[in-house]
């Protein structure tokens, strides 16, 4: 049974932000502040290597969470615990959730809504905040894409992908897709790119991954 007190609870309903028309998934809006300059003067660390008090210079450090989902700390169901440490970076990359071909529907929905949820309640507290985008199946493009602003900044990563043809086929099936759609100014590879995804209508930049560290707080 829920009380009333738990039904209004913004961190229970998880309306609190503006979202998608169609899916209800929350949008993550475009900063004007991101520019291919900023961001290719950051450097990108992984979620793991994120510290409190941290001593490094943060204002050039960027935090991404293209890590295996059991790295990733469980920001959506504590969103506040992070936010001090957090707020120390230049730039974050939302939570890059697993939507894996195998997974229900649901599940992938929920996997993407969680992203752009932690990743609108970033920028609600005033940190910068860059959409990860992942996909799994055609069929998984009726969502995946869903809370990303036309012309924004978006951030992939070709990490956990097997090299070869296949591999490759899927991964840029989703990523044309996603040029198509949402048209980004600029798209963040964390990883080695594929060929063929720096067309002369979008700004590729690409940082190498750097694998995680034990998880700190």
Request: charged share 25%.
């Amino acid at each position: 049974m829920t009380t009333q007190k738990h039904r209004e609870n913004p961190l229970f309903l998880r309306d609190g932000f503006p979202s998608d028309e169609r899916s209800d998934i929350p949008i993550i809006h475009d900063s004007e502040s991101i520019t291919a300059e900023r961001l290719r003067s950051i450097t990108w660390i992984p979620c793991s290597s994120a510290r409190k008090n941290d001593s490094r210079s943060c204002d050039r450090i960027g935090v991404h969470h293209f890590v295996g989902d059991e790295h990733i700390p469980n920001i959506y169901e504590n969103p506040e615990r992070t936010l001090e440490k957090y707020s120390q970076y230049s730039i974050l990359i939302t939570p890059d959730n697993s939507t894996y071909r195998e997974m229900p529907r649901p599940i992938q929905i929920c996997a993407v809504f969680r992203s752009r949820w932690v990743g609108a309640f970033w920028q609600s507290h005033g940190l910068t905040a860059i959409p990860s985008v992942t996909w799994s199946g055609p069929e998984s493009f009726t969502f995946c894409f869903d809370g990303l602003e036309p012309s924004s900044v978006v951030a992939v990563s070709t990490v956990g992908c097997k090299r070869g043809h296949e591999a490759e086929t899927f991964f840029m099936r989703g990523y044309n897709v996603l040029l198509e759609r949402i048209h980004p100014r600029l798209v963040l590879c964390v990883g080695t790119p594929f060929i063929g995804m720096a067309p002369a209508t979008t700004s590729l930049i690409v940082y190498p991954y750097e694998y995680p560290r034990k998880k700190r707080d």
